[in-house]
T-cell receptor, first 111, second 114 residues
Framework: DAKTTQPPSMDCAEGRAANLPCNHS???????VYWYRQIHSQGPQYIIH???NNETNEMASLIITEDRKSSTLILPHATLRDTAVYYC????????????FGKGTHLIIQP | NAGVTQTPKFQVLKTGQSMTLQCAQD?????MYWYRQDPGMGLRLIYY???????DKGEVPNGYNVSRLNKREFSLRLESAAPSQTSVYFC?????????????FGAGTRLSVL
């Protein structure tokens, strides 16, 4: 699976959009970008994933650049409950092998 | 809907003791996983089971054994616990629809080995 690079920490004001970047310059054509988050020692929670098109669900939006070498997770209206560590993971489609977690980005939502 | 249930939630062991961490899922998922998470680090895969009857090593399998008891249950055993195995252990299960593989995690077992 391709390696990802994320900033170790970010701040965002409550109510504003939180934009979390991820670099995955060695991504292969069959690899998807997944985002998970982990709220204070709880188990990780799936947020969203995509291949090359932008994706949106009830939690977030995922913007993938045209060359697929980077992506941005957008939380449109951040709340204090969005404070968490966010993991960007690249994984080939299909297959039942596990996820490779880096250290992620610690997002802190400020009141 | 319980999802993924792990027991126990906390455990303290002495070096050399053995124990089994239990995991059960009620989502009818084929695949199940065990990860460990050390302070300030991301999760690392210990073992996984792609389907009932199969198990495979992950990134850090040494010192652990697993059993896929049935489709619902996947246990992790420490035969002789060491202080280096002090960690938080997470179990997960996944659904796979074509290229999609989304994992659902339990709340974790916090293990201290003295």
């Amino acid at each position: 699976d391709a390696k990802t690079t994320q900033p170790p920490s970010m701040d965002c004001a409550e109510g504003r959009a939180a934009n979390l970047p991820c670099n995955h310059s060695t991504i292969s054509g069959n690899e998807y970008v997944y985002w998970y988050r982990q709220i204070h020692s709880q188990g990780p929670q799936y947020i969203i994933h995509g291949l090359k098109n932008n994706e949106t669900n009830e939690m977030a939006s995922l913007i993938i650049t045209e060359d697929r070498k980077s992506s941005t997770l957008i939380l449109p209206h951040a709340t204090l409950r969005d404070t968490a560590v966010y993991y960007c993971i690249v994984k080939a489609g299909g297959g039942a092998d596990g996820l490779t977690f880096g250290k992620g980005t610690h997002l802190i939502i400020q009141p | 809907n319980a999802g993924v249930t792990q027991t126990p939630k906390f455990q303290v062991l002495k070096t050399g003791q053995s124990m089994t961490l239990q995991c059960a899922q009620d989502m009818n998922h084929n695949s199940m996983y065990w990860y460990r998470q050390d302070p300030g680090m991301g999760l690392r895969l210990i073992y996984y089971s792609a389907s009932e009857g199969t198990t495979d090593k992950g990134e850090v399998p040494n010192g652990y054994n697993v059993s896929r008891l049935n489709k619902r249950e996947f246990s992790l055993r420490l035969e002789s616990a060491a202080p280096s195995q002090t960690s938080v252990y997470f179990c997960a299960s996944s659904e796979q629809w074509g290229a999609k593989n989304i994992q659902y995690f339990g709340a974790g077992t916090r293990l201290s080995v003295l």
